[in-house]
């Protein structure tokens, strides 16, 4: 089956601590993307990566960081500098034809600052 | 610029009756316009798409949807409420002017009542 994973499903982190979310697709895509969602304000996008080794900002940037080693993998870090992390992020992925295809998602993690 | 206006937050229908989902966008050309849904504590799932072909657009579950370029809209209809529409619809606009990013309204909350 091809599609997008994304772990854990649900992550809890102390404050101050750094946190990974994991996504990997086996689509072999080029795009891909992290969106943060928060009740009521839809999706807002923090990074994304069009090609292996190169990456850029989104709207949500501060506080995160990516990386983009592998074609099929972009994980996620939320570091202790993100004031207020706690919500459902999800992570993307789209062959990269310049908007003309849609993206496809995964499940989600849920964050939670305890 | 590009960007999406969903002009309900929050639409209730009755089971069996039409479904009207509002969807206005802004873009500078061709735009690529999707429909998502999302169930609760999921990722979204596409329901259809609009890349310039034809402008009525049927998708899954018996949703479509008309490009209307001169009202710059995309309104999502359904004949039939059925109770599994419930859920979060996300409307989204892209075009080759963007850089392969996707832009989402904030999202209509369908409640069906049985």
């Known amino acids: 089956d091809g599609g997008i994973t994304q772990s854990p499903k649900y992550l809890f982190r102390k404050e101050g601590q750094n946190v990974t979310l994991s996504c990997e697709q086996n689509?072999?895509?080029?795009?891909m993307y992290w969106y943060r969602q928060d009740p009521g304000q839809g999706l807002r996008l923090i990074y994304y990566?069009?090609?292996?080794?190169?990456?850029q900002k989104g709207d949500i940037a501060e506080g995160y960081s990516v990386s983009r080693e592998k074609k099929e993998s972009f994980p996620l870090t939320v570091t202790s500098a993100q004031k207020n992390p706690t919500a459902f992020y999800l992570c993307?992925?789209?062959?990269?034809?310049?908007?003309?295809?849609?993206?496809?998602f995964g499940p989600g993690t849920r964050l939670t600052v305890l | 610029a590009q960007s999406v206006t969903q002009l309900d937050s929050h639409v209730s229908v009755s089971e069996g009756t039409p479904v009207l989902l509002r969807c206005n966008y802004s873009?500078?050309?061709?735009?690529?316009l999707f429909w998502y849904v999302q169930h609760p504590n999921k990722g979204l799932q596409l329901l259809l798409k609009?890349?310039?072909?034809?402008?009525l657009v049927k998708g899954i579950n018996g949703f479509e949807a008309e490009f209307k370029k001169s009202e710059t809209s995309f309104h999502l209809t359904k004949p039939s409420a059925h109770m599994s529409d419930a859920a979060e619809y996300f409307c989204?606009?892209?075009?080759?002017?963007?850089?392969?990013?996707?832009?989402f309204g904030t999202g209509t909350s369908l409640t069906v009542i049985p």
């Open positions: 993307a992925s789209n062959i990269g034809t310049r908007g003309m295809n849609e993206q496809f």
């Open positions: 689509l072999n895509h080029d795009a």
């Open positions: 990566s069009q090609i292996v080794n190169d990456f």
């Open positions: 873009s500078s050309y061709s735009p690529s």
């Open positions: 609009y890349t310039s072909a034809a402008t």
């Open positions: 989204v606009v892209s075009d080759v002017y963007t850089g392969n990013q996707f832009y």
